[in-house]
């Protein structure tokens, strides 16, 4: 076959994740994989619980999504290897949408121009129909650096809401969260 007569490639449709998160990427599910927790009991920081929901457009729950999330320990600093804080976990949703994250309080971090960050806990998104993970931001109302936080002040402020985690008990440490996918009130999600 000539050079010339070939068909030029082309671009095939994507195809939307399957729904498979609970079997192959939560290791709840697969014992040996990993941990489903960010800290350990002896990991340094206030222990907390944050308590959340994915609602797609019609505010209906989303059973299958995911939820993967990395922060930084109680003192703001990453990761470095140590069993009693991993920083990375992934959370399956029940069928109301529901899931529950049990970790330590981030400490502020400063990111690689010197600017310093709100206590937070980065998000990652996947679900039946979501072809790229989506991104945001888990930030907690009650801390007042949110208001000098480079990523929050970027975002509209009648938007921000959206990010922000709220003490849903002032005796324990929990908080509650919704990652709306779609709506009026979408959460915002962020540029990866």
Same mark, same amino acid.
């Given at each position: 076959?000539?050079?010339?007569?070939?068909?030029? @490639?082309?671009? +095939?449709?994507?195809?939307?994740?399957?729904?498979?998160?609970?079997?192959?990427? +939560?290791?709840?599910?697969?014992?040996?994989?990993?941990?489903?927790?960010?800290?350990?009991?002896?990991?340094?920081?206030?222990?907390?619980?944050?308590?959340?929901?994915?609602?797609?457009?019609?505010?209906?729950?989303?059973?299958?999504?995911?939820?993967?999330?990395?922060?930084?320990? %109680?003192? %703001?600093?990453?990761?470095?290897?140590?069993?009693?804080?991993?920083?990375?976990?992934?959370?399956?949703?029940?069928?109301?949408?529901?899931? +529950?994250?049990?970790?330590?309080? @981030?400490?502020?971090?400063?990111?690689?121009?010197?600017?310093?960050?709100?206590?937070?806990?980065?998000?990652?998104?996947? %679900?039946? %129909?979501?072809?790229?993970?989506?991104?945001?931001?888990?930030?907690?109302?009650?801390?007042?650096?949110?208001?000098?936080?480079?990523?929050?002040?970027?975002?509209?402020?009648?938007?921000?809401?959206?990010?922000?985690?709220?003490?849903s008990d002032a005796d324990v440490a929990r908080y509650d969260f919704a990652i709306r996918l779609q709506g009026a009130d979408e959460t915002v999600f962020l540029d990866p």
């Open positions: 076959m000539a050079e010339s007569s070939r068909k030029p @490639p082309t671009i +095939t449709p994507s195809q939307t994740v399957g729904p498979f998160f609970s079997f192959c990427l +939560t290791p709840v599910d697969r014992e040996g994989v990993g941990s489903v927790g960010l800290a350990q009991p002896n990991a340094a920081g206030q222990r907390i619980a944050i308590k959340g929901y994915v609602l797609d457009g019609q505010r209906a729950p989303v059973p299958d999504a995911l939820i993967e999330v990395w922060q930084a320990d %109680g003192q %703001g600093h990453y990761a470095r290897g140590t069993s009693s804080f991993t920083g990375f976990a992934r959370f399956a949703c029940d069928d109301q949408g529901r899931f +529950t994250i049990d970790t330590v309080k @981030p400490g502020s971090v400063i990111d690689v121009d010197g600017r310093r960050h709100a206590p937070h806990i980065a998000a990652g998104v996947f %679900g039946k %129909g979501i072809n790229r993970r989506l991104y945001t931001r888990i930030y907690f109302a009650d801390e007042r650096s949110n208001d000098d936080d480079p990523v929050l002040l970027s975002v509209p402020a009648e938007r921000r809401a959206t990010m922000i985690a709220r003490r």
